[in-house]
């Protein structure tokens, strides 16, 4: 649903100026929810898990992390992100 809304403000005009901020605040404020996706594997083994905090998808992803997964965490911007860029996935998502 992200991706829709962003395309219906890219149509009217509203998004090339839009800061991300106030798109993810559009977003909050029209009931959508902002998701973070958890994929990690293991051998053969994978998990994917959802989450609808930036610092409680951090604190799993450190979790399994610690349990020898191999982690990534995807933002509601559609980008990916390792262990090592989990404090400025907190940091620009907000805790």
């Known amino acids: 649903m992200h991706v829709r809304l962003e395309w219906k403000?890219?149509?009217?005009g509203?998004?090339?100026k839009t800061p991300q901020r106030d798109v993810d605040e559009c977003i909050a404020q029209k009931?959508?929810?902002?998701?973070?996706?958890?994929?990690a594997s293991r051998g053969e083994d994978s998990a994917t898990t959802v989450r609808l905090s930036v610092a409680v998808a951090i604190a799993k992803a450190r979790a399994l992390v610690d349990e020898g997964w191999q982690?990534?965490?995807?933002?509601?911007?559609?980008?990916?992100?390792?262990?090592?860029d989990f404090d400025r996935l907190l940091s620009r998502m907000g805790a």
Not at 34 to 39: A, D, G
């Open 9 to 12: 403000l890219l149509e009217r």
């Open 14 to 16: 509203r998004l090339e």
């Open 31 to 39: 009931g959508f929810a902002v998701t973070f996706i958890v994929h």
């Open 71 to 84: 982690v990534f965490i995807t933002g509601p911007d559609g980008i990916r992100y390792g262990p090592p």
